[in-house]
């Protein structure tokens, strides 16, 4: 079946503008969750959902960054007044149920790059 | 809160050999460890998890090790392949914190044939 997917696979924005990054789950999985990866790093937790509900936005790094998942499938990251700093992969993951022990699948990423 | 640290951070074999990479986690509470394979350009791809009621885990050439009392958990892949070169990462999840992961830093394998 169809992995996560993440749209776009690269973004280049200019310093100050305003980016949203688009994640869809893999069907029927609750859970989803929100990394930023920095090169040669491994991933960051920024936040996740069980349903729609934000269950833990501790990992935002500040409130310049948002999430949403309005109907409980797919999600949007918001970033506003972006930064040079916040240039990273962000990563999507999804799985069955909202609880340690489950298997998360990771979609391929969006490459934010900012000017 | 969980903090997990892998070595090392580069390792490279000749092929057919064995690779061994190694991390240590923090809370003692964590009960499932997942290791992850990522090539250039894409996500993680989970190869293989363990599951804190059992010590060894083994799917074909890839196996997992687990050692709760002192903490670590170990990634073993036998007979090396060249497309095995990736980055490994290895990841646990912070007790009753909805199962986000915190990650390691990652090994970087390289196969040569």
């Known amino acids: 079946g169809a992995g996560v997917s993440q749209t776009p696979s690269n973004k280049v924005t200019e310093k100050g503008k305003y980016v949203e990054l688009r994640c869809d789950p893999i069907?029927?999985?609750?859970?989803l969750y929100w990394y930023r990866q920095s090169l040669g790093q491994g991933p960051e937790f920024l936040i996740y959902?069980?349903?729609?509900?934000?269950?833990?936005d501790s990992g935002l790094p500040n409130d310049r960054f948002f999430a949403v998942r309005p109907e409980g499938s797919v999600s949007t990251l918001k970033i506003q007044r972006t930064e040079r700093g916040d240039s990273a992969v962000y990563l999507c993951?999804?799985?069955?149920?909202?609880?340690?022990?489950?298997?998360?699948?990771f979609g391929p990423g969006t490459r934010l790059t900012v000017l | 809160g969980e903090n997990v640290e892998q070595h090392p951070s580069t390792l490279s074999v000749q092929e057919g050999d064995s690779a061994v990479i190694k991390c240590t986690y923090s809370?003692?509470?964590?009960?499932?460890f997942p290791w992850y394979k990522q090539e250039l350009g894409k996500g993680p791809q989970l190869i293989i998890d363990?599951?804190?009621?059992?010590g060894e885990k083994k799917d074909q050439r890839i196996a997992v090790t687990l050692n709760k009392t002192a903490k670590h958990f170990s990634l073993h892949i036998t007979e090396t392949q060249p497309e095995d070169s990736a980055v490994y990462f290895c990841?646990?999840?912070?007790?009753?914190?909805?199962?986000?992961?915190?990650f390691g830093q990652g090994t970087e394998l390289s196969v040569k044939p």
């Open positions: 993951a999804s799985s069955q149920r909202l609880a340690g022990g489950n298997e998360q699948f």
């Open positions: 069907s029927g999985h609750t859970a």
């Open positions: 363990i599951r804190s009621n059992v």
């Open positions: 809370d003692s509470a964590s009960n499932y």
């Open positions: 990841a646990a999840p912070p007790y009753n914190q909805g199962g986000k992961l915190i």
């Open positions: 959902f069980q349903g729609t509900g934000a269950a833990d």
